[in-house]
């Protein structure tokens, strides 16, 4: 109990706030490297897992692919990077490393969200004329998007997890707290930094699980309250 509070006293220390290894700047460093990350892995995942499932094509390679991603350790793959970017691109080397990560879960969430729409719509959608960019963008990308921001928040958490060991290479991050922390044996430190990224995680994740639940179709909230309220009553009565 002593080693939480003073965790806790770590953190609202006004020393804590200032200087180049402030909290905040720290919290900047690991925000930032988790959003240029999620965001490449986005422009790179999304499109392909839309392809996948929109056309039906390639999603043995893209579960072969994602599942290798996932098996990465990640610490050893951002040293393997940074020795082979050199120490002057350790930046480089850490984003392409947090990519690889949140590419199996943007890429599942994407091809994931076009097969979970109900094939009978899409045939409609066809037997009205619409054309297959039509398709794409008024039924599949909408009635996917649960799914895929479901995706974004599984990478988003991953990433912004694995960004402390950024810090093992001096990038900065909440993992700096961490590293420092072990290496002078002062485990309130440890303890508050693991606090902070902890923290920094439930707020994105409620933020992201609000999102998710804002992009469901209105007509698909419908049908669920619809299959609620059919549920209800035929229940029998107690």
């Known amino acids: 109990m002593n080693l939480l509070g003073d965790a806790f006293a770590w953190i609202t220390a006004s020393e804590?706030?200032?200087g180049p290894n402030a909290l905040h700047i720290l919290?900047?460093?690991?925000?930032?490297?988790?959003?240029?990350?999620v965001g490449i892995a986005a422009l790179?995942?999304?499109?392909?897992g839309w392809a996948i499932g929109?056309?039906?094509k390639g999603r043995e390679i893209a579960v072969a692919v994602a599942g290798a991603a996932r098996a990465l350790p990640s610490f050893g793959l951002l040293v393997l990077l940074v020795l082979l970017f050199g120490v002057l691109h350790k930046p480089e080397a850490a984003i392409v490393t947090f990519v690889i990560l949140a590419i199996p879960s943007l890429l599942a969430g994407a091809y994931a969200g076009f097969e979970a729409v109900d094939r009978r719509v899409?045939?409609?959608a066809r037997s009205m004329g619409m054309t297959e960019w039509q398709i794409l963008?008024?039924?599949?990308?909408?009635?996917?998007?649960?799914l895929l921001v479901g995706g974004l928040r599984s990478a988003v958490l991953q990433v912004v997890a694995t960004v402390t060991i950024a810090a093992y290479v001096n990038l900065g991050g909440l993992?700096?707290?961490i590293i420092t922390g072990l290496s002078l044996r002062r485990y309130e430190v440890v303890l508050g930094g693991a606090i902070l990224v902890a923290l920094l995680a439930l707020v994105l994740d409620g933020?992201?699980?609000?999102a998710q639940q804002a992009v469901v179709q209105r007509g698909v909230r419908a049908s669920r309250g619809e299959h609620v309220t059919a549920a209800k009553e035929t229940e029998p009565a107690a």
């Open 44 to 48: 790179i995942a999304v499109p392909a």
């Open 122 to 124: 899409i045939d409609a």
């Open 207 to 210: 933020l992201l699980a609000l």
């Open 27 to 37: 919290l900047w460093q690991q925000l930032y490297f988790t959003a240029v990350a």
């Open 137 to 146: 963008w008024r039924v599949e990308v909408p009635l996917g998007l649960p």
């Open 16 to 18: 804590q706030w200032t």
């Open 54 to 56: 929109h056309t039906g």
């Open 175 to 177: 993992g700096l707290p």
